[in-house]
């Protein structure tokens, strides 16, 4: 297992907070419960209740609300370094289901060991915050995405979005990363039908902007993705810690 202050979480947190010996010490602890789940299979349910956070440590997920007619809407993905459930976990009931898009490991944290972590590691407490307010301005600028950029702006901004969350934790770079999504699920998170997102994939690497093949995302002119995308990084709030 990698040692959790080399793990993804502590490389997120870090951006935040400088972590002590002692609360890499208790993160340690959140990590006893180490589980596999394979892909396609939920780890947690829309309406399931009693249920505990995950902290994800490899592969990838998807966060997804389920319509009445059966369609679904994801909301975000996750990667390592994730929480997966966490508001959930303080609510009574959990408003959307977390689906692995491929096998995942994941340490199960159960409530009583949350809120006793974060009563004795407030600075660790606030870090979480901060990840978790993180994710909620992401969601913020999805939205905006979906009601006011068009498709071409839409995507690279996406691209873009992952390329910084992946770089924070050594898994990407502003050249590109590995990304296990299909035109599927972009379709599904970005409000678009599968051949729009084939049509506009095609449209920016025919333009020089990135390519989208095999499983890799390769960003070829960076500065023209921004562009298109109109994308600030200001809200991923990723330049270095408040916290020290």
């Known amino acids: 297992m990698t040692p959790v202050k080399n793990s993804p979480l502590v490389r997120k947190l870090s951006a935040f907070v400088a972590l002590s010996e002692a609360e890499l010490a208790v993160l340690d602890h959140l990590h006893q419960r180490r589980r596999t789940f394979l892909a396609g299979r939920d780890l947690v349910h829309q309406g399931q209740s009693e249920q505990a956070a995950y902290i994800l440590s490899a592969g990838w997920v998807c966060s997804y609300k389920l319509q009445p007619d059966g369609t679904r809407q ?60 993180r994710d909620e301005a992401m969601v913020v600028e999805h939205l905006v995405g979906i009601g006011r950029r068009n498709a071409e702006a839409r995507m690279a901004h996406f691209l873009l979005e992952l390329a910084s969350r992946l770089a924070l934790v050594g898994m990407g770079s502003r050249e590109g990363y590995d990304c296990p999504l299909t035109q599927y699920h972009l379709a599904d998170a970005l409000g678009l039908s599968a051949v729009h997102v084939n049509r506009v994939l095609r449209q920016l690497r025919e333009n020089g902007l990135v390519t989208f093949r095999d499983g890799h995302v390769s960003i070829h002119d960076h500065e023209g993705l921004i562009k298109l995308g109109e994308f600030d990084p200001a809200y991923l709030d990723q330049d270095g810690p408040l916290v020290r």
């Open 74 to 133: 994801i909301v975000d993905f996750q990667i390592p370094g994730d929480f997966l459930g966490l508001r959930s976990v303080l609510l009574r009931t959990s408003d959307h289901s977390f689906e692995p898009l491929t096998d995942i490991q994941a340490a199960e944290v159960l409530k009583g060991d949350l809120l006793d972590a974060f009563t004795h590691t407030p600075r660790l407490a606030m870090a979480v915050l901060w990840a978790a307010s």
